[in-house]
């Protein structure tokens, strides 16, 4: 059975730091793309960050140059390491792997397996 398991979330002050890290079982993750999904209370869920089968790494603007994603091979998962962080990063974060043969994960529709998320709480 595959699951992902987010871990890393919390609370922080803004300008704070946080790392995510998802850890897969049930399969191995490499040669498929992954990604970092958010859902605000009463908004629809965003894409975030992913990472594609040949390790291209792309950013929603609004995280561009504060976010990075990266493949966790030790934990056959993904990490996404998080600075200065602000209110409007507050979200349900969420792990997600893509369907075979999708180089990326930019959407719901690209993904296979998604994690039950971690709270991730910015205050000014």
């Known amino acids: 059975q595959v699951q992902l398991v987010e871990s890393g979330g919390g609370s922080v002050q803004t300008g704070g730091s946080l790392r995510l890290s998802c850890a897969a079982t049930?399969?191995?993750?490499?040669?498929?793309?992954m990604g970092w999904f958010r859902q605000a209370p009463g908004k629809e869920r965003e894409w975030v960050s992913s990472?594609?089968?040949?390790?291209?790494?792309s950013y929603t603007d609004s995280v561009k140059g504060r976010f990075t994603i990266s493949r966790d091979y030790a934990k056959n998962g993904l990490l996404l390491q998080m600075n200065s962080l602000k209110p409007e990063d507050t979200a349900m974060y969420y792990c997600?792997?893509?369907?075979?043969?999708?180089?990326?994960?930019?959407?719901?529709?690209?993904?296979?397996?998604w994690g039950q998320g971690t709270q991730v709480t910015v205050s000014s």
């Open positions: 990472i594609s089968t040949v390790g291209i790494t």
């Open positions: 997600a792997t893509g369907i075979p043969g999708r180089e990326y994960c930019l959407s719901g529709d690209d993904i296979a397996f």
């Open positions: 049930g399969y191995s993750v490499s040669g498929f793309c």
